[in-house]
């Protein structure tokens, strides 16, 4: 198999170990995979991938190109392509894509994650937020995202929720316009840090997310309404 999504890469390489014959360069976890590279998830190798000969290619209909996989389906690959803009949808693509690999059944894993987001009390107070994922322009979470569903989850309604667009331009003025009760800044795609980001936002607690629990569909769902929370909670001016 070869995988275009940093999420899957790490949920199949888990599960399945050796199975994985390619993945991308943004494929970070696990630490350690040794798999050929090829390239990115936007500007993939189609030459090398259809040369790795995979009886299947992961893809998601987000973050992958549609003319980079119809071009491998018509070199004759198989490509199973995912749809994640919920918590639910990701168990159930999840499994799907793990059964497509060859898995005899659910990892332990997996029926982890769904245990942990069903538990979820009802979170005792609601906050309103912005969530830019990238800046130079400034964009933030939109309408149906994954992102915005977990969010929501813990209690953290976006404000672009209902926007037209997934992942809308927004002036910054406008953001700061809306007042929110909290600035969402994630470490991917963009990389907002403590010195790049909240400064854009004075007066506004912000909180440092990992990108990684906010926006990937594998093993780290199980520690993700955790890890989330404690640093939605730890959010400062």
């Known amino acids: 198999m070869v995988s275009l999504v940093p999420s899957l890469t ?4 888990t599960t399945l170990p050796g199975a994985l014959v390619g993945a991308t360069g943004w494929c970070s976890r696990p630490e350690g995979l040794d798999v050929v590279r090829i390239g990115g998830t936007k500007n993939p190798d189609v030459e090398r991938i259809i040369g790795l000969g995979p009886d299947l290619v992961l893809a998601n209909e987000e973050e992958n190109r549609a003319p980079d996989l119809e071009a491998l389906r018509a070199a004759g690959l198989d490509v199973l392509v995912t749809e994640v803009r919920s918590v639910p949808q990701a168990v159930a693509e999840l499994d799907r894509v793990l059964t497509a690999c060859g898995a005899a059944g659910r990892p332990g894993w997996l029926d982890e994650a769904e245990r942990t987001w069903a538990a979820l009390p009802e979170p005792a107070r609601r ?7 990238w800046r130079r322009p400034w964009m933030v979470l939109g309408r149906d995202t994954f992102a915005g569903d977990v969010l929501a989850r813990l209690g953290v309604d976006h404000l672009y929720a209902h926007h037209p667009e997934r992942y809308p331009r927004v002036a910054l003025d406008e953001l700061r316009a809306r007042r929110p009760d909290l600035v969402v800044l994630p470490d991917e ?4 840090t403590a010195d790049d980001g909240p400064e854009a936002f004075p007066g506004l607690p912000c909180a440092l997310v990992s990108g990684r629990h906010l926006t990937w569909y594998g093993p780290s769902l199980t520690e993700a309404p955790r890890v989330l929370a404690g640093a939605l909670g730890a959010a400062r001016r």
């Open 10 to 13: 790490e949920a199949v390489a």
């Open 127 to 133: 906050r309103t937020a912005v969530v830019p994922v």
């Open 189 to 192: 795609p963009y990389r907002f």
